[in-house]
């Protein structure tokens, strides 16, 4: 881990979680796995403040713990996962555009809490879109539970790993810490629930008498007493579909930025349809026939089936290469290329930048040097029509930022200066990395900066921009390294 | 020839041989192993007798090459269109630059409007490099005549922009503009991402990024750019 993704982490437990568990959870990302008392040792803090400190991390599945030969139990922190918590908003609101108020609670509430059964995120979304409505009005149960459904149907929710059920228990002890497994068929398996209510009112005399508060607390933990249905069945929410939603809404506007509106549908359809068929790390989708793309095309969408050939064969043909053509069968088979499309992505990011930082000169440099793989000085003058000097300065600019780097092709074997050609390349998943590291080290820039001002609109929403360098960038370099 | 000696005749004979590329007078010197003093006056007399000239090269401006008189020299010692007196005109390629981009744009704009079937759409929106060049002859905005090669460098640094994208297929050898039995077509495209979400934080573009940490000289909280940006 960097030192800008472990500061990173260390603000954002902070933020969320407070100073101990910050403590805590930085140690645990710097020395990797520990057992209990050493982690206690180390950070001077009492056991039962870790052993706290724990639960909350294992809760939000920041932490995983494992038991070594001896009995010992490790706990390791994922650090990767601690920084999706710059995520959450933008999880939250792709749940409010696809499943609306009640999705965006739900998926809201789940990661707020790391874990919980469906009947309490039911009971409290119920009881949140009832405060939000007009007198007189509640929130049915039943609606929440759909969406909630509706939400697993399509992998955004899903169930956490179980204490499997031993049937013999006389086994001896029982480990000091359970493995917990699952398998993947009851991942998206709901519970048969009958939940019944409609969602309470907090009632607003609550703040007006100081007595009176008192006396209704215990009536409501009564109310709790009857054994809850689904125990034991928790849910948390499935951030690499997540994910998988974000690469494909990339990708779309790509196309339509690229192309036009009914060619992005198109991809946007194929997409679609690929969801829950392709595992997520994989460089193409299932081959799609144009029959089959041709049924499930959006309902308002009446293009002819010929119209839709042509612009499958259009997309195929696109120098952008995210479409390929597979096979002829069933009016021609046509997949979409998920690594290239993230490596087209990830280089228009690269490209951006330098535009931005170095201006649109430099940029043509460093187009022109991605295209042509390698090229000696003089050749990038020649071919890029810029004047030698200026070429040379701006090489050198972007050679010092790591951009762009050389590669040295000695003539003799002695490598002599005079007689070596020199020529520069860019190595797109390095200079990725460097980018992203970039990027972390800028929205622990901006975090402190916001905490020092409290001022926050803008900076909030500039993190969430940079935000989505970072997961542009780590997509690629994921696919890339998965590949190799 | 009349009144030169044998040696003359040799440094004559190398020169003329050299083409319209010249050749360096330490060239000539290996050729014809005469000692430098002589080379010199060599050159000298037959300079003088308009017999060859001495011509700067554009790669290397401290180096003359020396070719026979009523030679034209050759693009690569010259520099070709975009060298005027051994200068690069920026200018000149820019206005070009801009000139071939607006042309392409426009006739993407009106196959786009046009909203016909996406494939003619499409073909409609291509412009061989043949067109392009009969377009920039016809507008009149250059001195010295320009190639359809001179033409298509121009398009390849539109292509280095990420403004245009360009297709080869292939074409009738006895159609306009083809060469080899194949035609370039380029057209005017827009960018695949809008400006990526680092460079919208002053952080993206910080030439200090490096030396910048909490507590220290430069760090988030006293950043000056920061300051400016949120003054906004």
């Not at chain 1, 690469?247 to 194929?270: F, G, K, L, P, Y």
Request: hydrophobic share 35%.
């Amino acid at each position: 881990m960097t030192q800008a993704e472990i500061k990173l982490c260390s603000l954002l437990l902070q933020e969320h979680f407070g100073e101990i568990v910050e403590k805590i959870g930085v140690h645990l990302i710097r020395t990797g796995s520990q057992p209990l008392r050493v982690i206690a040792h180390d950070t001077g803090t009492s056991l039962d403040q870790v052993k706290k400190a724990l639960c909350v991390l294992i809760q939000h599945n920041l932490v995983i713990y494992q038991v070594h030969k001896r009995g010992v139990v490790e706990y390791e922190a994922q650090c990767h996962r601690v920084l999706r918590m710059l995520r959450y908003p933008r999880y939250i609101y792709t749940a409010k555009t696809l499943y609306s108020d009640t999705g965006e609670l739900i998926v809201e509430e789940l990661l707020l809490n790391g874990k919980m059964t469906m009947s309490a995120v039911v009971k409290k979304v119920a009881d949140r879109l009832t405060e939000t409505m007009e007198d007189g009005k509640t929130m049915d149960y039943a609606e929440v539970s759909n969406t909630f459904v509706r939400l697993v149907d399509t992998h955004f929710v899903q169930r956490c790993p179980l204490v499997p059920a031993t049937e013999n228990s006389d086994t001896g002890p029982p480990p000091p810490a359970p493995t917990l497994v699952i398998s993947e068929k009851d991942m998206y398996l709901v519970p048969k629930l009958s939940l019944i209510g409609k969602g309470k009112r907090r009632r607003s005399s609550d703040e007006d008498a100081t007595g009176e508060p008192k006396a209704k607390r215990p009536k409501q933990t009564t109310d709790n007493k009857e054994p809850i249905p689904d125990d034991g069945i928790y849910w948390q929410a499935n951030l690499d579909r997540f994910h998988q939603h974000f690469r494909d809404q990339a990708i779309v506007s790509a196309v339509a930025n690229r192309m036009d509106q009914t060619s992005s549908e198109i991809v946007r359809t194929m997409l679609r349809m690929s969801e829950v068929t392709t595992p997520s790390g994989a460089p193409f989708t299932q081959p799609l026939s144009s029959n089959e793309i041709f049924r499930s095309l959006p309902v308002g969408y009446n293009i002819s089936k010929q119209v839709l050939d042509q612009y499958l064969t259009l997309l195929a043909d696109d120098p952008l290469e995210f479409v390929g053509k597979s096979g002829d069968s069933g009016g021609g088979m046509y997949v979409i290329n998920l690594h290239k499309a993230l490596g087209s992505l990830a280089t228009a990011t690269l490209e951006s930048v330098v535009q931005e930082r170095f201006g649109s000169r430099c940029a043509r440099i460093f187009r022109l040097v991605l295209q042509k793989k390698h090229l000696e000085q003089k050749q990038v003058e020649d071919f890029a029509m810029i004047p030698a000097k200026e070429a040379k300065d701006m090489l050198y600019k972007m050679l010092s930022e790591n951009f762009i780097s050389l590669q040295e092709i000695p003539k003799t074997p002695d490598h002599a200066p005079s007689r070596t050609f020199y020529l520069y390349t860019v190595n797109i998943l390095s200079a990725a990395r460097m980018l992203l590291h970039r990027c972390y080290k800028s929205v622990a820039n901006l975090i402190e900066r916001r905490q020092f001002e409290t001022k926050e609109n803008k900076l909030d929403a500039c993190e969430i921009q940079v935000d989505e360098t970072i997961f542009l960038l780590e997509s690629y370099i994921e696919s890339t390294m998965k590949r190799q | 020839m009349k009144g030169s000696d044998n040696q003359e005749k040799l440094v004559y004979q190398i020169i003329e041989d050299a083409g319209n590329k010249g050749i360096w007078s330490r060239d000539i010197r290996y050729k014809s192993n005469l000692p430098l003093t002589e080379i010199n006056k060599i050159l000298k007399n037959l300079e003088s007798k308009k017999l060859i000239k001495a011509v700067k090269s554009v790669a290397a401006s401290k180096k003359k090459v020396y070719m026979l008189y009523n030679l034209q020299p050759d693009r690569s010692v010259t520099g070709g269109a975009w060298y005027s007196d051994q200068d690069f005109e920026s200018e000149f390629v820019e206005v070009l630059n801009q000139q071939c981009f607006k042309f392409l744009q426009t006739k993407a704009e009106t196959a786009r409007e046009s909203k016909q079937n996406p494939m003619i759409q499409r073909n409609s929106s291509f412009a061989s490099s043949h067109e392009v060049w009969k377009y920039i002859c016809e507008l009149g905005i250059s001195k010295v005549e320009l190639s359809m090669e001179d033409i298509e460098t121009i398009l390849n640094t539109l292509i280095y922009d990420g403004k245009v994208e360009m297709t080869i297929i292939a074409a009738k050898e006895g159609t306009v503009g083809s060469v080899d039995g194949h035609m370039k077509l380029y057209r005017a495209v827009s960018p695949i991402i809008p400006p990526t979400g680092l460079v919208r934080a002053p952080c993206g573009l910080c030439p200090v990024f490096d030396d910048c940490h909490e507590g220290g000289e430069i760090s988030p909280s006293n950043c000056i750019y920061m300051t400016e940006w949120l003054e906004f």
